[in-house]
């Protein structure tokens, strides 16, 4: 597997304040990558120094080969972006900005196809100021995704979806990772990213703190099972690496046991304890 970004020792400073503290990465051609932490951890200062939109104080970056601090328009071609801060309201219909968008690529989807791909059919004759919040978000996912990029970048992507957006929104980012496309998503959302990522890694004060797949991320995999039940004797909870084992024997294999869960931590347990170690 080749790689769409490799990273080495990344840094980034503001005055008074380290942002990425030798950050290392290798994204892989056609995985959906994302990166967790929490608010201020460097995931933006990161991303925006792997668009191009922002120079590094040091350290080593390449993203589809060249390093964005000074790759040109070609490379540039080759990206779509999606930043966190929405795009601004304008006078134009939807139809008319993803047409214009799609003027500044060489080989762009077309752009009907690509209004459908984000739900805003019935809204395309309709002035992007007049959208709500989640359809202008939609707006800016359709102009990432115009230029059929190679590497697409998704800060936030869906902030102020509704919850059947966000299932469409999955579907299309699932659709883009089957045809080849590379992800790099960066969300809150831990539901998100255990339904997109392939890999992920969390940031925490600049510096990884754990990387892995949704599955395995802080040894989830491993993780021991809790197995709760109540009997006439009260509510019970043991924690076992054999849950299968461990309620064979209690319900003798065949009585009902009342209240019965087997649950083991989900995405979101691991991810609170590992930022949990950092702060
Ligand atoms: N232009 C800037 N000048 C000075 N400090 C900055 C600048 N941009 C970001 N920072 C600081 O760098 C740190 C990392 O910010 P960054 O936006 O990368 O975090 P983030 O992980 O994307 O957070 P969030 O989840 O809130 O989007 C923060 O402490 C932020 O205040």
Redesign the pocket.
Known sequence: MTTAVRVRGLR?E??G????AGLDLDIHHGEVFA?L????????????ILEGH?QRTSGEAAVLGEDPGKAGRAWRARLGIVL?TATDAAELTVTETVHHFAKYYPNPRDAEEVIDLVGLTEKAGARVKSLSGGQRRRVDVALGIIGRPELLFL??PTTGFDPEARRQFWGLIEGLAEDGTTIVL?S?YLDEVEALADRLVV?AN?SVVAQGSPETLGGRGQAEAIVRWSDETGEHEERTAYPTKLVTQVSGGTRELAGLTVTRPSLEDIYLDLIGEKS
């Open positions: 980034k503001y005055p304040h380290v942002a990425v990166l932490g929490p608010n201020g951890a460097g995931k933006t200062t990161t991303v925006e922002r966190q800060d936030e960066t809150h940031i600049g």
